[in-house]
């Protein structure tokens, strides 16, 4: 770390002897970077939002597409640490990301609000603008999706030659966290089809009987120390909170530009239910019906 912003760590003792000596009130002067900066590098990030038009609604549009793309870095983060705890035999310690990540989704779906005040017309003042630049090319939303196991190689294309296609197509090649869950049910004894255990992850898991029927063997036990079942209701838990977010863009697009054609050269609504017809841990949901 450059030392110039380096964060200079204090103990409890300093920060009280500072407070004495402040008389209660907040530091005001520094000798160096100002800490706050040197850790959230707040003055970085307030270089960012570089709008392409005069209108004053577009500053909105673009501070939530960067507010989205945080969580999505975040969210990312989160089911990275549920999947590695997953392959870890650890699903005690898988819940407590899986949970934060829930929470993210929640904070990332609120941020829909911020938009609710965009008519077409308010849309249509600053849209030519954007070319053909589309959420659809965010390369980690597709990190998101990729580790909940959703993975149309393809959606990778915008990103060929840059830094972000490479670190794409590794995620592709590890296993999703669906897969490090569906391991983790054969180590724990249920029986499922083995060819399971030994497909090419880079291809989209598709739903299979055998895991919906070891979801409704693990939910027949509903005491605590089953955390499997604890498992699975985090893991429905972040799949329902995405649908959300899918739904909310869904509602938002429809709002501002009806049925017209996507920036990123889609059939815009039409491209977005067929998209979202693809299911999160689709043995979680078509186990209910048997349970
Ligand atoms: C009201 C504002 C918005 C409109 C009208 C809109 C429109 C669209 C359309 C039409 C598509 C389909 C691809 C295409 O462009 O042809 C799309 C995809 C997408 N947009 Fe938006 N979008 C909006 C806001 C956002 C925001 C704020 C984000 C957050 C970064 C975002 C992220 C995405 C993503 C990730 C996809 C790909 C979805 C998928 O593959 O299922 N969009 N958007």
Do not use: C
Not at 68 to 79: A, S
Not at 144 to 168: C, I, N
Not at 178 to 189: F, M, Q, S, T
Not at 249 to 269: E, I
């Amino acid at each position: 770390m450059n030392p110039v912003n380096a964060v200079r760590p204090t103990t409890a003792e300093e920060r009280d002897a500072r407070t004495a000596r402040n008389g209660g009130a907040p530091t005001l002067e520094f000798g160096r970077k100002v800490p706050y900066d040197a850790y959230v590098h707040a003055s970085t990030l307030h270089t960012l939002q570089r709008t392409l038009s005069g209108d004053p609604g577009e500053m909105s549009f673009l501070v939530v597409s960067q507010i989205m793309e945080l969580y999505f870095k975040l969210i990312r983060h989160e089911l990275e640490q549920a999947r590695d705890h997953v392959r870890a035999d650890q699903m005690w310690e898988a819940l407590a990301p899986l949970k934060r990540a829930a929470l993210h989704l929640e904070g990332l779906n609120a941020a829909w609000q911020t938009l609710r005040w965009m008519t077409p017309a308010d849309f249509n003042k600053f849209r030519d603008l954007l070319g053909e630049g589309s959420g659809f090319q965010s390369a980690m939303y597709r990190q998101v999706e990729f580790l909940l196991g959703l993975r149309t190689k393809s959606l990778m294309r915008p990103h060929k030659g840059t830094a972000a296609y490479d670190e794409l197509e590794a995620a592709l090649h590890q296993p999703s966290l669906w897969d490090e869950v569906i391991a983790l049910l054969a180590r724990h004894g249920y029986d499922l089809k083995p060819e399971l255990l030994d497909r090419d992850v880079a291809d989209e898991h598709e739903a299979e009987q055998s895991v919906s029927d070891a979801w409704v063997r693990v939910y027949r036990d509903t005491s605590p120390e089953n955390h499997l079942r604890l498992l699975g209701e985090a893991l429905t838990e972040v799949a329902d909170r995405f649908g959300d977010w899918r739904y909310l863009h869904l509602k938002a697009v429809q709002r501002t530009m009806g049925a017209k054609s996507g920036s990123g050269g889609s059939s815009g609504l039409a491209f977005l239910q067929r998209s979202m017809s693809r299911p999160v841990f689709p043995e979680l949901w078509t186990s209910r019906t048997e349970m």
